[in-house]
């Protein structure tokens, strides 16, 4: 009876580590068959629909949630919390580059990697174009401002450059590259996240009129939630096909894995250490709770961010389970984690510092300190802009290694292994997001015990006052009086004498 009422409670969790194993297995089993890249794709199909239905709900999950988050926290709690989320958001960040970098010295991923020259190790044409850093953060601010909305939710603003003919002073002809404003494919979550945090701080400044905005945003958000929790009865059957179809995808892992090896561990390693250790122990250290217990109810979005390598695809199940298994405030989960999801980037930081430390050492470039720091400063600034979609982060890491001066030809190892690596970025990531949930809720709870408390003790020392002046007041100590000497007399006449 026991075991299965644990199976009931936990019927999704145990469903959705099974889709995980059963992906494994399925990969393994038909990995034989020699399929094609149709083949392949057809296997994949199941779980190309999951990833379409949790993309389908990221758009209202995030305006709604941020919209109502913000306007049900009065503007004083907001600013503090936004405040706590930022400095939790860039210490940790930081911390996982510094981590990084220095697992990067001490296990030397690329000292000696003679293999990796290799024929069809790398992915010729998939390396991004080089971009000038100052460039990168100009985009980020941009966006950050959409021109319009309707278009941000489907592309977003980025620098391209055009090769133009010149003359100079002297008579000669140079090229010069000019930059260029386009606008790519993707959906714009950080201007996005900012309208709605403003939109929501507007309407509660509005007061009564803004009322009925906001209960429909309330409304919009509770549906969509409803959405969410029919999505994840398919997540595990999603989870497998699509754990499968990259199995099978793999043309040849052993060369991989030998070549690049010492970079896959050092990597992993250092989601680990950070996943594991740190963040628990900042968790620990703010709260006095067992972190293991918080992560514990959150397995289902973890293994959802194993299989999809998405923190925009988990945040809908993390938003539903956080709430349901852990008791996080939904005023504070969904406007704390629709922002953690666009701007927390733990296990990217983690990934693209370590892939700078490894093309500086396969090249045979001693970073020095001012680089080191480039690299700190530019892998915190710029995770907080990677997408968070599949192999987003190897997009940013071009800008690293345009600011320390590395070739970016070298990028297409790291897309070669990135479907490896990326699935514990995300896990990181996530993690990253839900901890800082966790801390802000705790200290809003606490918050609000001390002010009750404030308020008991208040009360107390009031009615306290009250008595002692009533009885310094000359017409109140003649009363007494009366009412003693008459209640010695007659006790049921005190009543008519006062």
Known sequence: RGCRGFLRRNALVVLTVSGVVAGVALGAAVRGAALGPAQVAYLAFPGELLLRMLRMVILPLVVCSLVSGAASLDTRSLGRLGGIALAYFLGTTLLASGLAVALGFIVRPGAGASALNAPGLGLPGAVPTGKETVDSFLDLVRNLFPANLVAAAFRTYATEYKMLLRNTTSGNVTWEKIPVGTEIEGMNILGLVLFALILGVALKKLGQEGEDLIRFFNSFNEATMVLVSWIMWYVPIGIMFLVGSKIVEMEDIVLLVTSLGKYIFASILGHFIHGGIILPLIYFASTRQNPYRFLLGLITPLATAFATCSSSATLPSMIKCIEENNGVDKRISRFILPIGATVNMDGAAIFQCMAA??????????????????????????????????????????????????????????????????????????????????????????????????????????????????????????????SNATSTADPESKESVL
């Open 357 to 482: 430390v490894f093309i500086a050492q396969l090249n045979n470039v001693d970073l020095n300190p001012g680089q080191i720091f480039t690299i700190l400063v530019t892998a915190t600034a710029s995770s907080v802009g990677a997408a968070g979609v599949p192999a987003g982060g190897v997009l940013t890491i071009a800008i690293i290694l345009e600011a320390i001066g590395l070739p970016t030809n070298d990028l297409s190892l790291i897309l070669a292994v990135d479907w490896i690596v990326d699935r514990t970025t995300t896990v990181v990531n996530v993690e990253g997001d839900a901890l800082g949930a966790g801390i802000l809720n705790y200290l809003n709870e606490k918050e609000k015990k001390d002010k009750e408390q404030e308020l008991k003790e208040v009360n107390v020392e009031a009615v306290a006052n009250s008595k002692s002046e009533g009885e310094t007041s000359p017409l109140v100590t003649h009363k007494n009086q009366v």
